[in-house]
């Protein structure tokens, strides 16, 4: 595909994305997302930072899953000051590789870069792995908690159908000091556990979906200084465009459900999720 070629694709790609939403009172962060995709797919990641500044999105964690996409992150917050990266092998990653240890130390190496601002996402995944890849993958999921350790940088989590043994693993090794459960799925009780450990809760775009009112009502016993918020772009599109492209520049859509599950005033949430930010992936 020539240049023009490219370039053609991925506006007709952007012009299949939602409207934007009307912008925040206050800036606000999102706190998990994956522009290499955006980029791989022939999209520009400046037209999105740019789409979500315009809406109060200022700044963006863009979260590696493997050593190529932790490599691009690295790269990329480097280039664009709006951005901080995270790097990790995802939990369905580490059970696929032939050198378990020779990625996790190229991920070590990466976690030393100041633009790096935490190790993920890691944890577990009971849906996708199979049963023999279980051993690798908490495996993984404990050398990334002690590089987290090591390192002083947060844990971003990935825990799917996994609530249970992500504690277990946790209190096992012992949490670092900052744990963020990214694209939090659980339910009441298990976001009690998560605020009791003093864990962080990031919310994504399934907080508005009508079938989680489960989520909702997690959030609603979330402390504001527990919360974040999330795309996990480009997946995971708030309502009512469930099923559509997802970017950063539709995170208010999220934000206003969460200050309505709290019962709280938009400007406060905003204020809420933008310290947060701060607090646990530094200044920009």
């Known amino acids: 595909m020539t240049n023009d070629r490219a370039a053609r694709a991925a506006e007709r790609r952007w ?8 912008a925040l009172p ?45 490599r691009w992150g ?10 901080v990266a995270t790097v990790a092998l995802h939990p369905n990653e580490a059970p696929r ?5 020779a990625a996790l130390a190229e991920i070590a190496a990466l976690a030393e870069d100041p633009r790096v601002r935490g190790i ?8 996708r792995t199979a049963e023999e890849g279980l051993e690798p993958q908490e495996r993984s999921f404990r050398a990334h908690i002690a ?55 990031s919310f994504a775009g399934t907080v508005t979906f009508k079938n989680a009112p489960q989520l909702r009502a997690a959030a609603a016993l979330t402390p504001p200084e527990q919360i974040l918020v999330e ?10 465009f469930r099923g559509r492209p997802n970017a950063s520049y539709l995170i208010p859509l999220t934000v206003r459900a969460l200050a309505e599950a709290k019962g709280m005033p ?19």
């Open 97 to 101: 590789l032939s050198d378990l240890d």
């Open 15 to 22: 012009e299949s994305f939602p409207p934007a939403p009307e």
């Open 26 to 70: 206050h800036p606000v962060l999102d706190s998990h997302t994956h522009l290499d995709i955006v980029a791989r797919d022939g999209g520009d990641p400046a037209t999105q930072l740019d789409a979500a500044a315009e809406v109060g999105v200022d700044r963006l964690v863009q979260v590696g899953v493997d050593v190529a996409s932790s």
């Open 266 to 284: 938009l400007a406060e949430m905003c204020h809420a999720i933008s310290a947060n930010g701060d607090r646990v992936f530094g200044p920009w």
């Open 231 to 240: 795309t996990d772009a480009p997946y995971l599109t708030p309502m009512p």
């Open 74 to 83: 690295v790269a990329c917050a480097n280039e664009y000051p709006a951005v």
């Open 147 to 201: 590089l987290a350790k090591r390192v002083g940088k947060p844990l971003v989590i990935h825990d799917r159908d996994a609530h249970a043994d992500i504690l277990r693993v946790l209190d096992d090794e012992g949490a670092p000091e900052t744990v963020v459960m990214h694209c939090f799925s659980g339910d009441e009780a298990f976001a009690a556990e998560c605020v009791r450990r003093g864990f962080v809760l």
């Open 120 to 127: 993920g996402e890691t944890g577990l995944d009971f849906f």
